[in-house]
């Protein structure tokens, strides 16, 4: 890498994974770094790896990461000439790139204008509709009554989008159907507009139907001189966040990506843009394309387009704001190969993806020449509920389509994540099913093809024999060396007496109680309940039910067990044989999901509700859930206020069955 003029030492203000992937490429230039943290990142990789690291304060991110007072106060006691913002929380702030250059810190990414002009998506698409970009036909509705908002909305049609005008990532965008769904989700989007963004603003869009996500990567200096790197198909989304993405796109071909790519170009030329930027698109069925919006930073998905253009974004980032001229023209632009990134986050598929918070007990990357891996964690590191659920990503890179996901597959197969609930196992469902393989993709696709997890390829006592067998293995190992003796010297007498021993152990929430039977060589008979199953193991090998399963990941700590098979990952704790389980039936007793804030509260003691009947809203990790009863009856106790901390398994209210005291 080049040389850098001017620029000695790099504030990176943000966390996580890219806080570290942006050190990464600022040290091969020769650069120090400087890194911000909370009491909650006091372990995150970022920390250590920094040159200088600065304590910023406790968790939630309005006291820290999105402070622009602490933020400056850290850059410019520590002799900093630039900050990088990452992506989210202060990288599309307009007040935070302004105090940089009042500050004169460099800020990496473009003017504090041209934020400002493409930051509020009301003023932005007005911008582009004037310069004749394609928009969305639309309609702002700040402070508009419920009357101005029906109107607004019946001049847009039905069905709508309604989004956060300063924001988004999914943050305060809900789908609307039909006028009477929509002041209720208006309100939901400007709860989590305002706690995502600090603005309550939204706007009402045209919602296309079936379209497919496309954007387009732009790179200007402060020359004149800006260029298209090729597209990105972000199709695959879930609550309007992206869980897939790839280059290039399977339904764009050269002649759309050119023009995509000069319109993109045209959109950056009119607000004088510089540096790395986004220029988001809906594609409909018939390859028209719309502008949706423009993100003035680093994307989180910019891994594939480094993947099949061979450049290091962040690296043309720090050119770019040390002054100097982008490195190559449009026609040096090529595209190789085939891309796609997943994004593991810390969230249970089996509870409807809500966040999931916890220790990393396991954290294994898989090698492989062909995938890369940009994460921020550590074993042992805590994710907190304060921040995005997103904790790595996973890319890889084929010759074609085809060859980068059977790559990312088989890495994410090998890749062993354990202590928080995620979504591993259902990244692999997707990329394993005939659909996505096939391009059959738009933005309602995880909507319209079934990826439920829930349901295992094995029965359930098949799981059970499995992971009893594995745990024998470990942690009986003298008892299968006496087994393996005796039976060498006595195999085929009919009174040879089998060795039997208890097991216990704890699984997906379930206690399990088992014996197991030693009588051959690699053989356990695992018993329960009147049932048995037969286990043939070598190594990493099983043969159980006539099925063959090899393991991708195995690994014993303490009196627990990890492993990953056929795209299923399974933790196994050994317990006490006289553990009971627990009764967890708590009837109408309401209970945290998760770790957050009691944002509202709609039901008083002595309330009658109904089954469904919305109780209460549960702010975490920046986005808004409803919890609602689960039977008819009556309020008969409230546990928590509005604005509370909330633990998970919190009691939070209790509703007595209709017809009980």
């Keep these: 890498m080049s040389e850098l003029r001017s620029l000695k030492k790099l504030l990176v203000a943000n966390r996580g994974e890219i806080a570290l992937r942006v050190m990464k490429t600022a040290k091969k230039m020769g650069l120090l ?180 996500h496309i954007e387009i990567q732009i790179m200007a200096d402060n020359f004149g001189n800006i260029i298209s790197l090729g597209e990105r198909d972000c199709s695959v989304q879930r609550r309007h966040q992206k869980i897939i993405e790839e280059s290039p796109s399977p339904v764009v071909d050269d002649q759309l990506r050119t023009k995509m790519g000069e319109v993109a170009c045209l959109a950056g030329r009119v607000i004088n843009y510089s540096g790395a930027g986004t220029i988001e698109f809906l594609l409909d069925r018939d390859k028209n394309f719309y502008f949706l919006e423009m993100n003035t930073r680093l994307q989180v998905e910019h891994p594939v387009t480094e993947m099949v253009t061979g450049l290091d974004l962040v690296e043309l980032q720090l050119k770019i704001a040390d002054d100097q001229e982008l490195p190559l023209s449009q026609g040096q632009v090529q595209l190789s190969g085939h ?35 940009d994460d921020g964690i550590i074993e042992g590191q805590v994710i907190s509920p304060f921040y995005d659920p997103m904790i790595a990503k996973v890319i890889s890179h084929g010759k074609n389509r085809e060859q980068a996901i059977d790559e990312l597959k088989k890495s994410l197969e090998n890749t062993a994540l354990f202590g928080v609930k995620n979504n591993r196992d259902f990244l692999i469902a ?121 393991l991708d990941f195995i690994e014993y700590k303490e009196n627990r067990l990890f492993v990953s098979y056929q795209g299923h990952s399974f933790k196994a704790e050994l317990m006490k044989e006289d553990l009971k389980i627990e009764d967890k039936d708590k009837g109408g007793k309401i209970s945290a999901p998760m770790h957050g804030v009691i944002r509202d509260l709609f039901v008083s003691v002595g309330d009658k509700v109904k089954k469904n009947q919305l109780i209460l809203i549960l702010e975490a990790m920046k986005m808004q859930h409803e919890i609602i009863a689960s039977i008819d009856g009556e309020v008969s106790d409230i546990y928590t206020k509005i604005g509370e901390q909330v633990s998970v398994d919190a009691d939070l209210v209790n509703i007595n069955k209709e017809g009980e005291e």
């Design 33 to 212: 770094t400087v890194a911000v943290y909370t009491d909650a990142d006091q372990l995150s990789p970022h920390v250590n790896f920094a040159d200088q690291s600065v304590n910023i304060g406790k968790g939630p991110i309005a006291e820290s990461y999105l402070s622009i007072e602490k933020i400056m106060e850290v850059a410019l006691s520590t002799g900093c000439d630039a900050v990088h913002p990452g992506y989210g929380f202060l990288s599309e702030n307009s007040d935070f790139a302004e105090a940089c250059e009042k500050a004169k810190v460099i800020f990496v990414g473009p003017s504090s204008k041209a934020i400002e002009a493409m930051g509020n998506k009301a003023k932005a698409k007005s911008i582009m509709k004037e310069a004749g970009v394609p928009c969305i036909p639309g309609a702002e509705v700040e402070n508009k009554n419920d009357r101005e908002l029906q109107l607004a909305a019946e001049s847009v049609g039905f069905p709508l989008m309604v989004k956060a005008a300063a924001g988004g990532g999914g943050r305060g965008m809900r789908l609307v159907d039909n006028i009477s769904n929509l002041q209720k989700n208006c309100e939901i989007a400007k709860a989590e507009a305002l706690s995502a963004f600090g603005s309550s603003e939204i706007i009402l869009e045209k919602s296309i139907v079936e379209p497919r």
């Design 339 to 373: 891309s796609l990134e997943v994004r593991l986050y810390s969230e249970d598929p089996l509870k409807n993806f809500l966040p999931s918070t916890g220790r990393i007990e396991v954290w294994r990357r898989h090698q492989s020449p062909y995938t890369r891996y």
């Design 430 to 550: 997707i990329l394993s099913s005939a659909a996505f393989r096939h391009e059959d993709v738009n933005t309602s696709f995880l909507e319209t093809n079934d990826f439920s997890i829930s349901e295992n390829k094995h029965t359930k006592f098949d799981e059970v024999a499995i992971l009893s067998a594995l745990l024998m293995t470990k942690h009986s190992e003298r008892l299968i060396d006496d087994a393996v003796d005796f039976e060498d010297e006595l195999y085929g007498w009919s009174n040879c007496k089998a060795i039997n021993y208890p097991l216990s152990f704890k699984s997906k929430d379930k206690n399990h109680s088992v014996h197991i039977e030693l009588k051959k060589r690699n053989v356990v008979t695992v018993k329960q309940e009147g049932s048995q199953q037969e286990v043939y193991f070598n190594g990493n090998h099983l043969e159980i039910s006539n099925k063959k399963i090899d």
